[in-house]
């Protein structure tokens, strides 16, 4: 499958649970991307990876963690979520470096009861 | 980082009329200016872009202006039609990381058939 495929789609989850949501890519980039998408928020970037380095953290609350064990994957660890995490958690991915279009995922929609 | 600024959050439109959206930013060198279309439980797609050294773009249906003087940059639809019903978003990279976006608010456009 080619683009940016995220998993899971939905997730439903208590605030004492630890899950973790996938994303990868087929387009050869060398950049990753998280973002948060909220209801009436514009988009807010939690994490970028560059060749699997993380070079950006947006002040995102430890409860988020994420891996990126290759420049293909990239996994956001969720533990101890509080309900205002609900959202939905968006992929992308980029060539590194310089400015050109972001590929995003389809999302992974996240419940936090 | 980059603040941008868009309007209107909302803009309804009966078929065939233009549509047109805005975006203002401030303290950016920046040289590229993309919009995002996501439509209902979709992902956001790159539908233009635009970079310093021309004033308007244009693809078919969808053109972006560009004036740097005066920091804003502007989507336009002509011949709007109900498949253009989604929400846009302008972005902007920011100055220390060009491979960060900041995304404006988004405007949701209702196409009326």
């Known amino acids: 499958e080619t683009g940016v495929t995220q998993t899971p789609r939905h997730l439903v989850m208590g605030m004492t649970n630890k899950k973790s949501l996938k994303c990868e890519q087929h387009?050869?980039?060398?950049?990753m991307y998280w973002y948060k998408q909220s209801a009436k928020k514009p988009l807010e970037l939690m994490f970028v990876y560059n060749f699997k380095e993380q070079t950006e953290n947006n002040s995102v609350p430890s409860r988020f963690s994420p891996e990126c064990p290759n420049s293909s994957h990239l996994f956001l660890h969720l533990h101890t979520l509080q309900p205002e995490d609900s959202a939905l958690y968006l992929c992308?991915?980029?060539?590194?470096?310089?400015?050109?279009?972001?590929?995003f995922g389809e999302g992974s929609r996240l419940t936090v009861l | 980082g980059e603040n941008v600024e868009q309007h209107p959050s909302t803009l309804s439109v009966q078929e065939g009329d233009s549509a047109v959206i805005k975006c203002t930013y401030s303290?950016?060198?920046?040289?590229?200016f993309p919009w995002y279309k996501q439509e209902l439980g979709k992902r956001p797609q790159l539908i233009i872009d635009?970079?310093?050294?021309?004033g308007e773009k244009k693809d078919q249906r969808i053109a972006v202006t560009l004036n740097k003087t005066a920091k804003h940059f502007s989507l336009h639809i002509t011949e709007t039609q109900p498949e253009d019903s989604a929400v846009y978003f302008c972005a902007l990279p920011e100055e220390t990381s060009g491979s960060r976006l900041t995304f404006g608010e988004g405007t949701q456009l209702t196409v009326n058939p």
């Open positions: 303290d950016s060198a920046s040289n590229y």
């Open positions: 992308a991915s980029s060539l590194s470096g310089g400015t050109g279009e972001l590929f």
């Open positions: 387009l050869g980039h060398n950049a």
């Open positions: 635009i970079r310093s050294n021309v």
